[in-house]
């Protein structure tokens, strides 16, 4: 029988790194509009950018925060929103700008979110890769978000140290260091573009404490988890619309 860290190992294998069967990119609009009968609502376009966090590995296909963020919004009479997902299990930097050239998205978005980097962490890509794509993809954002800076929201990387894949490791301090580095750089590039950005990842912190923040693949946030991710982004998301 094989070990739990084994069985861990794979299932990282399979969805943090290559989950070849889910390569391409899930760029479907997702998302019925709730105020169709009220005319005079405001349609509005959110995309969202990023990896399994945003993709919403591990749990429903309703159950992720772009779509949680956007029903919460459209729960609101006066918003009639879409979702644009580019996103998807593994991605790198590199990927998602690749992904984002394939796609060709139009630039007429009115919220957009980038939640990028756990995977040039746990790949070991050098943190210079970081460095130098990360920038381009905000600048990626914000030109979809019709040249506004203001209507963009960089989120920050979860924890996964805090998960029961995570707790297996040998190096834990290691990785949530290596968290952090990425984070403070994402806030410092967010700062200097006037791009707000929200940390998220003191919740999954909490994921060894409170295991149902943790999704049943045993590495992603759960249901729970994303809730309380839209908890701190929806009010900047609703001033987005409102401005």
């Known amino acids: 029988m094989r070990s739990i860290k084994t069985l861990f190992t794979t299932i990282l294998g399979c969805l ?9 990119e899930n760029t479907s609009s997702q ?10 609502a405001l349609a509005f376009r959110y995309v969202a950018l990023g990896d399994s966090y945003t993709y919403g590995q591990g749990v429903c296909s309703n159950c992720g925060f772009p779509r949680q963020l956007l029903d919460s919004i459209n729960e609101e009479p006066d918003y009639n929103g879409s979702l644009y997902s580019i996103a998807q299990t593994g991605w790198t930097t590199t990927d998602l700008l690749r992904a984002i050239e394939r796609s060709d998205p139009s630039a007429d978005a009115d919220i957009v979110t980038l939640l990028i980097g756990v995977n040039n962490q746990y790949q070991g890509r050098p943190f210079s890769v970081y460095e130098e794509e990360f920038p381009r993809l905000l600048d990626e954002a914000i030109t979809l978000a ?6 963009v929201i960089v989120i920050s990387i979860p924890d996964y140290v805090y ?8 190096n834990k301090e290691a990785v949530s260091q290596e968290i952090d580095q990425y984070n403070q750089f994402a806030l410092q590039t967010a700062a200097a573009r006037g791009v707000t950005y929200l940390n998220i990842t003191d919740i999954t912190r909490r994921g060894v404490e ?3 923040l943790v999704s049943g693949d045993g590495l992603h946030p759960s249901r729970k988890a994303y ?3 839209v908890e701190r982004i929806y009010l900047n998301a609703l001033g987005i619309l409102v401005d």
């Open 146 to 151: 019709r040249g506004e800076a203001s209507n």
């Open 163 to 170: 998960t029961p894949f995570g707790q297996t490791l040998s």
């Open 227 to 229: 809730r309380l991710f």
């Open 210 to 212: 409170e295991p149902d």
């Open 31 to 40: 998302g019925k509009p709730s105020n169709t009968d009220n005319e005079n």
């Open 16 to 24: 943090l790194v290559l989950c070849v069967a889910c390569s391409q």
